[in-house]
């Protein structure tokens, strides 16, 4: 006698396939069963003066006429630097003796400026509140003439 070629395993696993694609034909049809027509007029949503989302039109007497010259697509550039020989003060947040290189951090804007050894007048360490000028590098503004303030 030959053996079964299909073991209980193989058929409680086929079972399940065939549950499972019964439930999911069910749940199709209980959809198309319950599906509503969906009208132009169910589907409109606007969108009140304070960006809410409603389903009344808005008022046509509130409305604002706008012209597409005042819309600004990006966000504006920073103000940068002018690079001009007013002194400014700041406080020196970090300076490296051995490498001869620092920032300084201008009172004012707020703004970390490169600083190298080569333009100091006096020599600074960090935390020292300094007097400097700036100047356009290659990287972004450089302070120049930079020394202790008094």
Known sequence: MAKSQQTWNKKDREQKKQKK?????QRKEERKANATTADSENMIAYVDEYGNLTSTPPD???????????????????ETLEATDVIRNGIVTYFNDSKGYGFIRDTETQESIFTH?????????????????????????????VKLAT
């Open 21 to 25: 694609k019964k439930a999911k034909e």
């Open 60 to 78: 046509p007497a509130k409305k604002i006429k706008i012209s597409a010259e005042n819309i600004v697509i990006s966000v504006p550039k920073r």
């Open 117 to 145: 050894i080569n333009e100091h007048i006096d020599s600074i360490k960090e935390n020292d509140r300094v007097t400097f000028q700036i100047e356009r590098g290659q990287k972004g503004f450089n302070a120049v003439k």
